[in-house]
Every structure is written in C-alpha cells, then in structure tokens.
C-alpha cells in the first residue's frame, strides 16, 4: 500500500515538474520489505519528456537511499538531499526543437556568434555535430563534437580545437557523455532538490 503511494507521489510530481512526460515505469526497491522514510533505491524510465523547455528522447533515473520526511505544516523540502544517476537520450530532433525554443535562444546565439554562422538546425553522424545553415546548407568541412568535465560540457571545433561552454552546473557531475549515430547519450550524477 505505501509502495503504491510513493509510486503515485513520484508519478506526479513528474507530472508537475515536466511539462511533458511519458513514464514507462517506476520501481521501488527497499532491502527488507519494509518502508521506515528511506527507499534504498528507486528507478524511474521515461520517455517523450520536456523539461525546463528541454526536449529528451528517454531518460532512466536511480536514486539510492532516498529519505523522505512528512513536511505537513512548513514549507521545507519533503526529500532530504538526495542524488540520482540520470541516463539520457538525445535525438537530433530534441536538440533541434529544445535550442528553436525562446527560452535557449541565447544558447543560440552563443553557438552562431562561436561557429561564425547563423544555423536552422543541426545533424548527427559520424560522432560529430554538423551545423545547416538557414539556407539549407551545411558545412560539411567543420565539424563539432562535445567534450565533457566534471560540471560542464563544451562545443568543440574539430579542425582549430577552440571550445564554447555550452553548459555548466556545479549542481550536476557528467559522467560520461556518447555519440551514436544519430543522437547522444548523456549520463550524470545530479542533486535533488524539492523547496
């Protein structure tokens, strides 16, 4: 009966929280059977998500020793600091739509002032990033990948090897970031933090 709480809790505040998503399936996972305010580990797949006007292809979350606290009467976090491990997929058509958003125009703009070019869309393959111009073409002699740290990632020239700081978040660890063949998978260790 509690399982089936939490799942229902968890089902909407990532209904409130995406203003697009599609869950496939939440697990609860705890050790003995018996919840006492910690799960030991909770897995959530999704597909189809925007989120902060970030488009996702499918995401798999794991949170481990997630304690919640009843937190009736005052306005402070419910979940105790928590991390999760988030797997991402990004599509070419996410990026596409998430960067033709106002809401990253500016990242927008950053990449065309760092590629010297005003671009309408970007392809994936080869492992690298190609930038279409506006007027349908690409420059098919420049390519970018992405190249990650601990808090960042950065847009990188493969020819001059100049970089641009595309994102940047203490809050978040990249562990690992792929290309495939038309798209991009990102796994991180991010906080969590409900105020």
Known sequence: MISKLIRLGVENILKIICEKIIIKNILIVNKNNKFS??????????????????NISNIDIKISDLV????????????????????????RDNI???????KWKSLKTSIESFIS??????????????????????????????QYDKNSISLVNNINH??????????????N???????????????????
């Open 162 to 175: 100049e970089k641009l700081s595309i994102f940047n978040d203490k809050n978040i660890c990249v562990k």
């Open 37 to 54: 305010g910690i799960i030991d580990e909770l897995y959530i797949k999704a597909e189809s998500i925007i989120f902060n006007k970030i």
């Open 96 to 102: 596409n739509k998430t960067l033709s958003n106002n």
């Open 177 to 195: 970031l792929l290309f495939c063949e038309s798209h991009i998978e990102l796994e991180m260790v991010s906080k969590i933090i409900f105020n």
């Open 117 to 146: 070019m005003s671009f309408q869309s970007i392809e994936i393959y080869n492992k690298s990033i190609y930038f279409i111009s506006s007027d349908g073409f690409s420059n098919k002699n420049i390519d970018y990948i992405l």
């Open 68 to 91: 919640l606290r009843l937190a009736f009467n005052n306005k402070k976090s419910f979940i105790d600091n928590s991390y999760a491990l988030i797997k991402m997929r990004l599509t």
